[in-house]
């Protein structure tokens, strides 16, 4: 069981890195001046989950379930 836990663990690392990473990558959510006009509603507002942006932020909401899921993992007690 001790080298699952340091697989896991070395693991933990891996993911909080690229986390780290991939969160600094992402734009900022303020919408600035482009609500205002309505420029929100442009073509590159509708199709922004098939962007890299988009593309980055559902490999966020996957990798950080996958972060949780190794921290419970890791803190159970009988492991």
């Known amino acids: 069981m ?3 836990r340091t697989v896991l663990t070395i ?11 991939i969160v600094l990558m992402q734009e900022g959510k303020t919408a600035g001046l482009g609500a ?3 420029a ?9 989950g098939r962007s890299m942006e988009g593309a980055l932020v559902k490999i ?4 950080t379930v996958a972060f949780i899921v ?3 993992v890791l803190n159970l007690k009988r492991f």
Do not use: H, Q
Not at 11 to 21: D, G, P, T, Y
Not at 40 to 48: R, T
């Open 2 to 4: 001790a080298v699952l």
């Open 11 to 21: 693991l933990f690392i891996i993911m909080s890195i690229v986390l780290s990473a």
């Open 36 to 38: 205002i006009s309505g």
């Open 40 to 48: 929100a509603e442009s073509y590159w507002g509708k199709n922004k």
């Open 60 to 63: 966020t909401r996957w990798l």
């Open 70 to 72: 190794v921290a419970i």
